[in-house]
C-alpha cells in the first residue's frame, strides 16, 4: 500500500496563479483533510472531506476550495495564489470511526513569488 | 478541543527514556489525549491517545494524572530517530471527521 500519496512534492507559482494540489488514498478511508503548515508553527485545517460528496470548511478555508472526487481522492485547488499562501501542504485520511488517527501524506512545499 | 501546553524543546540522551510534559488544564471529561510527531518536515505520524488509564503500544507509553489536567508521554529507549517535533492534541471521542488542531508541539532531540 502507497498510503497517501500528494502530487506536486514541490510547486512555485506567482502571485495570481492557480493551481489544484492532489492527493490520493488507497486505504478505503472515508475521511480526508487538507492542512497547512507555515515554518515553525503547528498544522491547521483548510478543508475536510467526512465522506464521498461532502466536504465542509476547516479552521483556514479562505482563498481555497476542495473537490472529493471520489472515495479516494481529495484535490486542492488555488484560484489565484497569494504570498501567504506560501507553505507546505499536507493531506491525510482516516477511517469514520477512528477519526484520531489519521494517516498524512508527506506534504506539497508551495511557494508563491 | 481543550487548549494543550507543552515545553518548545527538550534534550534526552540516546538510550535513556524520553520524557515529554503535556499540560491540559481544561480538558473536558469526553476529551481524550492524542500523540503525534513529525519528524523533519515529513507529515504527521499517530502515537498513542488515552482518556484516564495510562496506555502502553509498541511506540510510547502514556501516563495521565488521575485529574486528567496533564500527560506525559514516555519513549522508553529514546534513539537518535526519535529526533521529531511531538503534538499533544485533546480532542473529544475518536469517531468523527474533524480536524486536529495542532500547536506548536515540543521539539525532541536525542543526543548520541
Known amino acids: 500500500n502507497a498510503g497517501v500519496t500528494q502530487t506536486p512534492k514541490f510547486q512555485v507559482l506567482k502571485t495570481g496563479q492557480s493551481m489544484t494540489l492532489q492527493c490520493a488514498q488507497d486505504m478505503n478511508h472515508n475521511s480526508m483533510y487538507w492542512y497547512r503548515q507555515d515554518p515553525g508553527m503547528g498544522l491547521r485545517l483548510i478543508y475536510y472531506?467526512?465522506?464521498?460528496?461532502?466536504?465542509d470548511k476547516g479552521e483556514v478555508p479562505n482563498g481555497y476550495n476542495v473537490s472529493r472526487l471520489n472515495k479516494r481522492e481529495f484535490s486542492l485547488r488555488l484560484e489565484s495564489a497569494a504570498p501567504s499562501q506560501t507553505s507546505v501542504y499536507f493531506c491525510?485520511?482516516?477511517?469514520?470511526?477512528?477519526?484520531?488517527?489519521?494517516?498524512f501524506g508527506p506534504g506539497t512545499r508551495l511557494t508563491v513569488t | 478541543d481543550a487548549k494543550t501546553t507543552q515545553p518548545p524543546s527538550m534534550d534526552c540522551a540516546e538510550g535513556r527514556a524520553a520524557n515529554l510534559p503535556c499540560n491540559h488544564s481544561?480538558?473536558?471529561?469526553?476529551?481524550?489525549v492524542y500523540w503525534y510527531r513529525q519528524i523533519h518536515s515529513q507529515g504527521p505520524q499517530y502515537i498513542i491517545h488515552?482518556?484516564?488509564n495510562n496506555e502502553t503500544n509498541e511506540m510510547a507509553s502514556l501516563i495521565i494524572t488521575e485529574d486528567r489536567k496533564s500527560s506525559t508521554l514516555i519513549l522508553p529507549h529514546a534513539t537518535l530517530r526519535d529526533t521529531a517535533v511531538y503534538y499533544c492534541?485533546?480532542?473529544?471521542?475518536?469517531?468523527?471527521?474533524?480536524?486536529?488542531?495542532f500547536g506548536k508541539g515540543t521539539h525532541l532531540i536525542i543526543q548520541p
Open positions: 481544561t480538558i473536558s471529561g469526553n476529551e481524550y
Open positions: 491525510a485520511s482516516s477511517e469514520e470511526a477512528r477519526g484520531y488517527e489519521q494517516y
Open positions: 492534541i485533546a480532542r473529544g471521542s475518536g469517531g468523527g471527521a474533524d480536524g486536529l488542531t
Open positions: 472531506s467526512a465522506s464521498e460528496g461532502t466536504t
Open positions: 488515552g482518556l484516564k
